[in-house]
């Protein structure tokens, strides 16, 4: 039934690999639960059994969205389970799960972004092309808040250095357009001119960005990339290539954007999901009247 459910993310969603295999990591642990309480059947699985399940993952310390993100694999197979006749009943149709936290990875204040932009423009002076193509991929990160694997699925012709705008592939396949300003054009413009072509290779194809062997760059040499920065920026949060998504989105709203439009920059689905930035800008205003107000 797993090997099913996972066909149906794949194929009828459009799930990437990476939520199916979070999907069935989940779905195998409460298999795991099920059969240490001897419940060997589906069809067996009561709502009590998904109670005890989770409490007992916040006993033992998971965090909330943990919690809550197990809760939902499983009510997505057994809704789809007996919406497709596998099972007679959903046991799942009352379950109640933690709500996420509502807090985010270390966002950067925006001098901070800034200088982190500059010293990768300094670094990129040497024309090295891994320096400059670090450069084009900051900037175009932080401009855009397109998330990580969506920068690197770029290709060549998804990017329009004229209007300024990238054509990415979301989640669940859905495409979007971003733009991005002149700083970012800058140094994608310099890349492709200086860098790229020192590094392409029969094996390249399409790629946007490449690593030092000319195959497509892949997340990690994000990381390093953004990491090998960060560290010569005294007092900035552990961060992230997401947490440039953050900071963008945090920027945006404290210089004016409204909602919907940091929404729709962000792919968010939901709504709820982009309110966690105000939630955020809310915070780090309270914070800074705090300190700096006489009767705070």
Do not use: C
């Not at 909330?64 to 939902?72: L, M």
């Not at 092309?129 to 990580?148: D, F, I, K």
């Not at 792919?267 to 205003?285: C, K, P």
């Amino acid at each position: 039934m797993l090997a099913e459910f996972a066909q149906h993310l794949e194929i009828e969603k459009g799930r990437s690999s990476h939520t199916v295999r979070a999907y069935l990591a989940d779905l195998r642990a409460l298999d795991t639960f099920l059969a240490r309480r001897e419940v060997s059947d589906p069809a067996a699985v009561r709502l009590g059994d998904l109670r005890a399940w989770l409490a007992g993952l916040g006993t033992a310390g998971a965090a909330r969205s943990s919690v809550s993100r197990r809760a939902a694999s499983a009510k997505t197979f057994f809704r789809w389970a007996q919406r497709t006749g596998r099972l007679p009943a959903d046991p799942s149709l009352r379950l109640l799960a933690p709500g996420k936290d509502a807090h985010l990875p270390g966002v950067l204040r925006a001098p901070q972004a800034a200088a982190l932009m500059d010293l990768a423009a300094v670094a990129a002076d040497d024309e090295d092309p891994l320096h400059l193509r670090n450069r084009a991929m900051l900037e175009l990160l932080y401009a855009s808040g397109m998330r990580v694997g969506e920068l690197t699925g770029l290709d060549m012709d998804d990017l329009d250095l004229g209007t300024g705008t990238a054509r990415v592939l979301g989640k669940g396949d859905k495409e979007r357009v971003v733009p991005f300003g002149a700083p970012a054009a800058e140094a994608t413009t310099a890349w492709l001119d200086a860098g790229r072509p020192r590094l392409v290779t029969a094996e390249s194809g399409p790629a946007l960005f490449l690593g030092r062997r000319g195959r497509r760059v892949d997340q990690r040499q994000v990381r390093s990339s953004l990491q090998g920065l960060l560290a010569h920026l005294p007092d900035t949060p552990p961060l992230g290539p997401h947490g440039l998504r953050h900071s963008a989105a945090t920027h945006l709203l404290e210089g004016g954007a409204d909602l919907r439009t940091v929404q729709e920059l962000l792919g968010h689905a939901s709504l709820a999901t982009t309110q966690i930035y105000t939630h955020v800008s809310v915070e780090r205003l309270r914070s800074a009247y705090q300190q700096a107000h006489p009767r705070a």
